[in-house]
């Protein structure tokens, strides 16, 4: 008798959110292909130093340590019994339906020349977020990074970006960043936050109702205390300066009013080396468009089952909505039980992921309830000077925006896309989409790309693809 071929999934990410899938689908029975960019699991928030640099305790790097003990630990054994291939160093840049299935089509290793495809009976996307990050004089300086990544530099290479670092912009990613470069030896000069502590009061009660998120932010607040760093809240950074090689030596930061608009007078200098800025995370959702699953403002919208809009598709952690490491995890476990269910013919049962789906709701109205309290401003479009550019890969200058929008009546991004070039280069608008909405005044919508990166035109012109 023929034996029966187990179903596949393929699960595009291996960090949190990819992890729990993969391994909830694995315990039942699903053949699961692991598809990542990363020459490690773990993705942003779990990365790991290289191998070859001898990390004696990299775990001081990191918190829910035990979390990515168990990870690592269920993937080494999974990949052993062969019921999850982990394919390593696979950067995808597309998906789509094929023969009652799916492929996913990556390109390989470090010169990414090379394409493969990957065949499954359905999708789980895992793809995580992006920094959003706005411009401002001198944003495109050498030593200013963003926020992430200044952590990454300091996860996976083990280096600092600088001695004399400024972490700045809006949310809770600053925090933990401000206290790893501190205990790695960094002088935090300041962390200037443009949120208010007003803000955290009227969260209060939703916040407290996730005590252990509460410690853990107590905990980076008094680390940083203890070095003397004290958050200057409602602040923003209005400018970098370069000094003599044009690499950042000091930045401007000025007081907020209400509207989130600077407060005259109140302009001062800080000396750095390092800038590390970010304004938020924004869903990575590139091949969730491909696929056509409909989007819930810029997050991929998923139902209880973490379903997408798209038979087949399935969707958790960052991509459905930026909420941490906890609700990925939640989400993951319970896309894998749902699939692993689907994908034999069964109806799931809720009961499977009783506990995961009692941590989604309560970690979603914790996320929620930060969303309101690290608001990302958007800066007036006077703000931001005529010569500053806004997008680095065509160089395109907020003045060409601001006659994009005015004078030639562009209406909105792809427009000014298209009479400027803004968002044309290597990133397709990834970075620069948020800065040139704010410059143009124009709704920053979801960028529908046909792919989810660059691909050589070799590649596209093989017949298999």
Avoid: N
Avoid at 177 to 183: D, I, K
Avoid at 209 to 235: D, Q
Wanted: aromatic share 4%; charged share 20%.
């Amino acid at each position: 008798m023929a034996e029966r071929r187990r179903p596949s999934v393929a699960v595009i990410g291996a960090g949190p959110a990819g992890l729990a899938a993969a391994l909830a689908a694995a315990d039942r029975g699903v053949h699961v292909l692991l598809v990542d960019s990363g020459r490690e699991p773990g993705g942003q928030f779990h990365r790991q130093p290289a191998p070859g640099l001898g990390a004696r305790s990299p775990r001081r790097l990191h918190h829910g340590w035990r979390a990515w003990e168990r990870l690592r630990d269920g993937l080494a054994a999974q990949s052993a019994t062969g019921r999850i291939a982990h394919l390593m160093d696979h950067h995808v840049w597309f998906a789509g339906r094929e023969s009652g299935g799916f492929a996913v089509r990556a390109l390989l290793g470090a010169g990414q020349t090379e394409s493969v495809t990957v065949r499954a009976d359905a999708v789980l996307l895992a793809t995580g977020g992006y920094e959003r990050v706005l411009p401002f004089p001198g944003w495109t300086l050498p030593g200013v990074v963003t926020a992430g990544g200044a952590q990454a530099m300091l996860k996976g290479g083990l280096v600092l970006p600088g001695r004399r670092v400024v972490v700045a912009g809006t949310g809770a990613l600053l925090l933990p960043v401000a206290t790893g470069l501190a205990a790695a030896g960094a002088e935090v000069a300041a962390l200037v936050e443009s949120a208010a502590p007003a803000a955290f009061a009227r969260q209060a009660r939703a916040l407290a109702a996730e005590p252990a998120k509460l410690v853990e932010g107590a905990g980076y607040a008094t680390r940083l205390l203890g070095r003397r760093i004290r958050p200057m809240f409602r602040h923003t950074v209005v400018a970098a300066h370069g000094g003599r090689r044009q690499r950042l030596d000091s930045v401007t930061v000025a007081a907020l009013d209400a509207a989130g608009r600077e407060r005259p007078g109140t302009r001062r200098r800080v000396a750095c080396d390092t800038l590390a800025v970010g304004h938020g995370i924004l869903p990575h959702t590139d091949l969730a468009e491909t696929l056509g699953c409909r989007l819930t403002g810029h997050a991929v919208q998923a139902d209880d089952e973490q379903r997408t809009t798209v038979p087949g598709v399935w969707a958790a952690g960052e991509a459905t909505g930026v909420g941490g490491a906890g609700l990925a995890l939640a989400e993951g476990h319970i896309a894998g039980c749902s699939l692993a269910a689907r994908l034999r013919g069964a109806e799931p049962d809720p009961r499977a992921w009783a506990a995961a789906g009692r941590a989604r709701a309560r970690l979603r109205r914790f996320s929620a309830a930060l969303d309101e309290v690290y608001v990302p401003l958007t800066p007036p479009p006077e703000s931001i000077p005529d010569d500053t550019v806004v997008c680095r890969c065509e160089e395109v200058t907020a003045g060409a925006v601001r006659e994009a929008a005015g004078p030639l009546g562009a209406g909105d991004l792809r427009t000014v896309k298209l009479l400027t070039r803004a968002g044309m280069g290597w990133c397709q608008g990834r970075m620069c989409a948020p800065g040139v909405a704010a410059v143009a005044g124009c709704p920053p919508d979801p960028a529908r790309r046909p792919f989810a990166r660059p691909v050589p035109l070799g590649v596209l012109a093989d017949g298999d693809d």
